[in-house]
């Protein structure tokens, strides 16, 4: 009996992309043909899927971080009764591979309140095109957005209702963007010292690893992820593993293209950007913090000036009022 190679293409009829599956078969074997080929079948199945689970791997752009990101911010608060700067920490994750980092860890250590010492764990949107999924704490210490910590199997996926937190019974929006440095970001976890103790809040006080929804904008859809995550001590954060929908999941994703014929390149000052235009023009810098952003009116070729930049890298992304990005990169010098 002779093996021989056994190969499928499909066309996935979602997302267009071709999927390939080769593998050693005995010929006379008709029916693990036909199963392969339920198998390809399949596979396009999960390429089309517009929701995804925690912990899903199937269908999914994966990762295992090894060795783990760790951070982890100590020092801080008082001595001799005077406060003393707050220790930062951050680490950042390019999600989709494509220049932008999407995620930014941010842990703290310091003092709070004239005498307690504050220890917090946050993330935040790398840019504008970043949610994450997010409720009011559970705890009612403030009023505090806290990341929900999700168990494997919980759905993660588009929907428009609102989060009823347990404690209070507020509604607040399922999804939220939060750019460093705009507003607070949606916390882990937190720990305030006081006279009686310290006072915890947060959806991650156990110590053990829950998985983060979050999502990336993809033309005039979504594509969900999840981020596993572990908190140690509201100052300590482990980022485990993560996944995202492939770029080709929705059938509205592929409106993104490149923002060619930036000029000069790099520059000293004045950048042109060449073609008609129209839409929000964002400038971020290398760790994908908004630095610059401006509406740019309908047929502009705008010419800008970027003399309040240090150097370094930077991305510059336009996004129409239909979702349509184009994104580019420049050296300011």
């Known amino acids: 009996m002779t093996d021989n190679l056994l190969s499928a293409m499909v066309l996935c009829y979602t997302c267009g992309r071709i999927l390939s599956i080769t593998i050693f078969l005995p010929m006379k074997q008709t029916l693990l043909s036909f199963a392969f080929l339920s198998l390809a079948l399949g596979t396009a199945e999960v390429c089309a899927q517009n929701s995804i689970v925690a912990g899903q791997t199937a269908g999914l752009s994966y990762r295992v971080l090894q060795p783990r990101m760790e951070i982890e911010a100590q020092g801080g608060g008082y001595q001799g009764g005077a406060p003393v700067t707050t220790v930062y920490k951050r680490d950042s994750l390019d999600i989709?591979?494509?220049?932008?980092?999407?995620?930014?860890?941010?842990?703290?250590?310091?003092?709070?309140?004239?005498?307690?010492?504050?220890?917090?764990?946050?993330?935040?949107?790398?840019?504008?095109?970043?949610e994450f999924l997010k409720g009011k704490s559970t705890r009612g210490i403030g009023d505090r957005s806290s990341i929900v910590a999700l168990e494997a199997g919980q759905v993660i996926t588009d929907t428009t209702a609102p989060f009823i937190d347990d404690f209070s019974s507020t509604q607040v929006p399922t999804w939220v963007s939060t750019i460093q440095g705009k507003s607070l970001q949606p916390m882990f976890a937190f720990t305030l010292s006081s006279p009686i103790g310290a006072m915890p809040d947060g959806n991650w006080l156990d110590g053990l690893p829950h998985y983060a929804g979050f999502r990336l904008r993809a033309g005039a859809g979504w594509r969900y992820g999840w981020l596993k995550v572990q908190t140690k001590y509201a100052n300590i954060l482990y980022v485990l593993e993560y996944a995202l929908?492939?770029?080709?999941?929705?059938?509205?994703?592929?409106?993104?293209?490149?923002?060619?014929?930036?000029?000069?390149?790099?520059?000293?000052g004045l950048l042109h950007i060449p073609g008609s235009l129209q839409g929000s023009l964002t400038i971020l810098d290398a760790i994908g913090k908004t630095v610059f952003s401006q509406e740019v009116p309908a047929g502009s070729e705008p010419t800008l000036s970027l003399d309040m930049l240090p150097t370094g890298s930077y991305f510059l992304e336009v996004r129409a009022a239909d979702g349509f990005i184009r994104r580019g990169r420049f050296e300011k010098i």
Do not use: C, E, R, W
């Open 245 to 268: 929908q492939p770029a080709g999941t929705l059938a509205a994703t592929s409106s993104a293209t490149s923002l060619a014929g930036l000029f000069p390149n790099p520059t000293h």
């Open 96 to 130: 989709d591979n494509d220049g932008l980092f999407d995620i930014t860890f941010l842990v703290s250590s310091g003092a709070s309140g004239g005498k307690y010492q504050q220890l917090m764990s946050q993330v935040a949107a790398g840019h504008p095109h970043v």
